[in-house]
């Protein structure tokens, strides 16, 4: 069955340092794995999805992610923080075509601090 | 091309009415899903649809019913409003279950009272 953790409900940084979000998944299968972005009182935005080509995932505004099979890890990163990156992040867990099931994290929420 | 659509945006029920909260997509896509989003918890499957005429239950379906006669529209019902269902709902869509992205609706916020 599928699974994904989210480590920290909360997560702080200032302007301009770096950005670790972190996700752990559990599946049976080869997983497709997203990150999305939900500002305030907004929809969710695909920020990024792995699905067995590259292993480092590169995304929108500056974001990336690594895929770890060893890890069974996903964690999302940027090199400098921005106050518009102020938001909800969701790590996401999908097997492959033929199957229903989107499992969301329960959620990271991300303060960037002036 | 508009995405995903939802009405309404915002919406209060006293316990036990009953309404409906309205999806539609102008992408063509064959999967759709509804989630609901409570505080603390992420997102939760309600039900979902990987085409016209078929329709299965999510992680928490008790309390809702749905039905997908047209690719385009997949309407959530509430039979009879509990407080329990005061949430954010989202209605998603993709090309096809399992590993596409999904692409959400601007969210229907629903108060129970």
């Known amino acids: 069955a599928q699974s994904v953790t989210q480590l920290d409900s909360h997560v702080s940084v200032s302007e301009g340092t770096p950005v670790l979000l972190r996700c752990n998944y559990s599946?049976?299968?080869?997983?497709?794995l997203f990150w999305y972005v939900q500002h305030p009182n907004k929809g969710l935005q695909l920020l990024l999805k792995?699905?067995?080509?590259?292993?480092l995932v590169k995304g929108i505004n500056g974001f990336e992610a690594e895929f770890k099979k060893s890890e069974t890890s996903f964690h999302l990163t940027k090199p400098s923080a921005h106050m518009s990156d102020a938001a909800e992040y969701f790590c996401?867990?999908?097997?492959?075509?033929?199957?229903?099931?989107?499992?969301f994290g329960t959620g990271t929420r991300l303060k960037v601090l002036a | 091309n508009a995405g995903v659509t939802q009405t309404p945006k915002f919406q209060v029920l006293k316990t036990g009415q009953s309404m409906t909260l309205q999806c539609a997509q102008d992408?063509?896509?064959?999967?759709m899903s509804w989630y609901r989003q409570d505080p603390g918890m992420g997102l939760r499957l309600i039900h979902y649809?990987?085409?016209?005429?078929?329709?299965d239950q999510g992680e928490v379906p008790n309390g809702y019913n749905v039905s997908r006669s047209t690719t385009e529209d997949f309407p959530l019902r509430l039979l009879s409003a509990a407080p329990s269902q005061t949430s954010v709902y989202f209605c998603?869509?993709?090309?096809?279950?399992?590993?596409?992205?999904?692409?959400f609706g601007p969210g229907t916020r629903l108060l129970v009272l």
């Open positions: 998603a869509s993709s090309p096809q279950s399992g590993g596409e992205t999904q692409y």
């Open positions: 599946s049976s299968y080869s997983p497709s």
């Open positions: 792995y699905t067995s080509a590259a292993t």
């Open positions: 996401v867990v999908s097997e492959p075509s033929g199957t229903y099931k989107y499992i």
């Open positions: 992408m063509n896509h064959e999967y």
């Open positions: 649809s990987v085409g016209a005429g078929i329709t």
